[in-house]
């Protein structure tokens, strides 16, 4: 784990508090101390984040540093036909709950936001008992920021890992095997410091190329991002609606979508190709007092604008025109 960049070289949280890894340190730390000085709800942590944020980087970095366990729960989603009871016995032997005396630090990571029946066996008679007990930490990973699985632990609000800031993304690239400061600023650009988008980026550089040198990698970070959600339609597809898109600012304003959409000659509903792109994650909606508002997820929003421009310039301008002479007409009102 000697190649780890630690959370000083995250961006700060927009409450402006300390990174979540030197938090959830400071937690494990004052637990390992005495149990009695950490309460029982604060022995649960969860956090969160976009695909490829560097989730599962940081629970076996934890792990390692204070000899927890470490749990991927990954591996049921691999052995769907796995019983209960085997799955069980295998989360049993990788967290040596019982098998060992003394505290457990337990990460999990990759709770899903729905559970079968071998995660409610996991969480009802190994967790949840080890938790309740006083004998255990639980740090754990939710793959969709917003829901996790459990029913009987506690739901609790996670702690969200932020990108890293310039000093961060080079530090990366370093350890990747760029040296060139120029490509470390324009990956940085790019990506806004999203780990899995710069690491995309850089294996994927394309020398000479100039704008499209980043074209694979953005493809294929992408790609990634479709395979761990389960997409079912392919990246094409879906960049036909995203495209145009990209460059609307109120993605709440279907008025708006729709005019991009027929600037780039899609015909399809702007609430609908809005929806597509909900299905796979490109975009989230967030409850308000006023309904819905909904946000892209900000790493793919820089992938998907970056590959219009670079694939598709002359598109791209188009669809850029009529967003700004809609914008136009709407202030004259």
């Not at 609790?156 to 400061?181: M, N």
Request: aromatic content about 10%; charged content about 30%; glycine content about 6%.
């Amino acid at each position: 784990m000697g190649d780890y960049v630690t959370g000083k070289y995250r961006q700060r949280s927009s409450d402006g508090q300390a990174d979540p890894e030197t938090r959830i340190n400071e937690r494990i730390q004052d637990w390992r101390r005495g149990p009695h000085r950490v309460s029982k709800v604060e022995r649960i942590c969860y956090v969160t984040g976009w695909h490829g944020c560097g989730k599962t980087r940081l629970l076996q970095w934890i792990a390692d540093r204070f000899d927890g366990r470490y749990l991927d729960l990954e591996t049921r989603a691999r052995a769907p036909h796995e019983t209960p009871q085997a799955f069980k016995k295998h989360a049993t032997q990788q967290l040596q709950v019982g098998q060992r005396s003394g505290l457990l630090l337990l990460c999990v990571d990759h709770v899903p936001p729905d559970a079968d029946d071998a995660l409610r066996l996991l969480e009802e008679e190994i967790l949840h008992p080890a938790w309740e007990e006083g004998i255990a930490f639980l740090l754990m990973a939710q793959q969709h920021p917003r829901r996790s699985c459990w029913v009987a632990l506690p739901r609790l609000d996670p702690l969200w890992i932020p990108s890293f800031t310039s000093r961060g993304s080079e530090k990366l690239l370093k350890q990747l095997g760029c040296k060139d400061h120029n490509i470390q600023g324009e990956i940085h650009r790019i990506s806004d410091g999203h780990p899995m988008l710069i690491k995309k980026l850089w294996d994927g550089y394309q020398e000479p190329g100039d704008y499209v040198k980043y074209v694979k990698g953005a493809r294929e970070f992408l790609e990634y991002w479709l395979r761990r959600v389960g997409a079912e339609e392919d990246l094409d597809t879906l960049l036909r609606f995203a495209y145009p898109l990209s460059l609307v600012e109120d993605l709440s304003d279907t008025t708006s979508i729709g005019k991009a959409l027929n600037a780039y000659s899609v015909h399809e509903r702007p609430a609908r190709a809005r929806t597509r792109l909900q299905q796979v994650w490109w975009i989230e909606a967030r409850r308000t007092n006023k309904g819905f508002a909904y946000y892209w997820v900000e790493p793919v929003q820089r992938c998907v604008e970056y590959l219009f421009k670079a694939e598709h310039p002359q598109e791209y301008k188009k669809v850029e025109q009529a967003l700004q002479e809609s914008r136009s007409e709407g202030g004259e009102k």
